[in-house]
């Protein structure tokens, strides 16, 4: 039986540094909206769902979703992971993606090329390197996925430093089983661990390097952990929208194409031929988990 793949977006209006900014206009549409159809584009999602809050600030973005038939959850405004969980279980997820909606050139096929990781870490495009990590500490769970083996149980495009990031801030991917995920809504405690969503299952890792082609290892605390790489290393881009000037640099980029089709390589193709476009956000600081 194949596993039910849900694709969670978190959302919320009470951005600090950009409030409101998942309704921002964006070449005609909602930010939100680019999201939720870019990741509605993945051929191995089956479902595409907005986490927003129960907070009175976030009405507008559930009145939104409601009045144009996307699917939304509500739920805490602080534990994120929480909000996740709840959405995982109503949605009857066995994969769960984990998308932001500040994102809205997230590329459909680096979400796809993130999941079929964590289903078969052999089957690799050639474009893609990987490390796996190994977790230094222990807390049993159960691996059980209806009749499914998992390869991993927690795989993504990008970890906090000293572990790494090779893909534009922006094209952001996080994927983890329903079993790692409720291990880690029964067990995480930390704030940044609620809020952040997936820190308990990666950190305190290991990476091992390795080549083109996948190496497994099993953590004492039995979660296995794969980081996909992209090379050459274009991780310092920043495509994201938390600021200003982010808004800005986003709204230049889609007025230079005809539609919402576009892909990532196209941005860095445009990005070779306008480099000027870069330097309109290249001084925000990108925040940490810790901030």
Same mark, same amino acid.
């Given at each position: 039986?194949?596993?039910r793949t ?69 739920g805490s ?35 796809d090329q ?25 807390? &049993?769970? #159960?691996?059980? $996925? +209806? ?5 991993? =149980? %927690? ?53 091992? &390097?390795? #080549?083109?082609? $996948? +190496? ?5 605390? =039995? %979660? ?68």
């Open positions: 039986m194949k596993p849900i694709a969670i977006i978190q959302a919320r209006m009470s951005s600090t540094r950009l409030p409101g900014k998942v309704l921002l206009d964006i070449a005609g549409e909602p930010m939100l909206v680019r999201v939720i159809e870019r990741a509605k584009r993945a051929k191995l999602v089956d479902e595409v769902v907005l986490a927003t809050t129960t907070d009175s600030s976030d009405d507008p973005v559930a009145e939104f979703c409601a009045e144009q038939g996307y699917n939304f959850t509500r405004l602080n534990d994120v992971l929480d909000r996740y969980y709840q959405a995982a279980r109503q949605y009857d997820a066995d994969v769960i993606v984990r998308l932001t909606a500040d994102c809205p050139v997230l590329d459909p096929d680096v979400v993130t999941i079929s990781v964590i289903a078969s870490g052999a089957k690799q495009s050639p474009s893609m390197n990987a490390e796996i990590a190994t977790s230094q500490e222990h807390a &049993p769970r #159960t691996r059980a $996925l +209806q009749g499914n083996d998992m390869e991993f =149980d %927690f795989v993504a495009n990008r970890l906090p430093p000293p572990m790494g990031r090779t893909f534009p801030i922006g094209l952001d991917a996080e994927v983890c089983t329903f079993t790692a995920l409720e291990n880690a809504w029964e067990n995480a405690t930390e704030k940044h661990q609620r809020e952040h969503v997936m820190p308990y299952l990666y950190e305190g890792t290991n990476l091992k &390097p390795s #080549t083109l082609n $996948l +190496q497994t290892g099993t953590s004492p605390k =039995d %979660f296995k952990i794969a980081l996909v790489n992209h090379h050459p290393d274009y991780g310092s881009l920043r495509w994201t929208v938390d600021t200003p000037e982010d808004l800005e640099f986003i709204r230049e980029i889609f007025s230079r194409f005809d539609n919402d089709e576009f892909g990532w390589k196209d941005i860095l193709a445009l990005l070779e031929k306008e480099p000027e476009l870069a330097k309109i956000n290249a001084d925000v600081h990108h925040k940490t988990l810790m901030e």
